[in-house]
């Protein structure tokens, strides 16, 4: 796929480039040596709450790190727009301008919470539960040690 040319954006972004390309390459590493591939989508919210108004989704190749960025990038300065990299692998022969479903996925890389508050699933106390069960594991492997 070739690259997405360079736009020259206005100046104001709410968009982090450094912290998008740390995890678009945290998901390149984990993903080495395993087949599929990325996709990145990209919705466009509508400010009345209704949420129907299209998107677009591109497919990007395990080590199209910068494809993947750019993707992300160049709705920097979207109004509404919503870019999401799913970080689980897709099959190679998923269909161009598809995002996939449930039976198109070939690996899992991480799992995430989706804590939207505008539609009232905040994630206080699931961060709080989390947590206390990131401590808990962390102590399993020293008390299995002194056993």
């Known amino acids: 796929m070739a690259p997405?040319?360079?736009i020259k954006q206005p100046s104001v972004s709410s968009f982090d480039e450094p912290a998008v390309r740390e995890d678009v390459e945290m998901l390149h590493r984990l993903a080495r040596g395993l087949q599929g591939k990325f996709v990145v989508s990209t919705f466009f919210a509508n400010p009345s709450g209704e949420d129907k108004g299209g998107g677009i989704i591109s497919h990007h190749a395990i080590g199209d790190i910068d494809g993947m960025v750019d993707a992300v990038m160049a709705h920097a300065t979207t109004?509404?727009?919503n870019c999401y990299v799913c970080p689980k692998l897709m099959r190679n022969s998923l269909e161009r301008g598809k995002k996939g479903a449930e039976a198109d996925?070939?690996?899992v890389l991480a799992l995430v919470a989706d804590m939207d508050e505008d539609?009232?699933?905040g994630g206080a106390?699931?961060?709080a539960s989390m947590k206390a069960?990131?401590?808990q594991a962390s102590v399993l492997p020293r008390l299995r040690r002194r056993l």
């Open 79 to 81: 109004p509404h727009a």
């Open 4 to 6: 997405i040319p360079k």
């Open 125 to 127: 106390s699931m961060v």
């Open 105 to 107: 996925v070939v690996a």
């Open 133 to 135: 069960r990131k401590a």
């Open 119 to 121: 539609r009232g699933f």
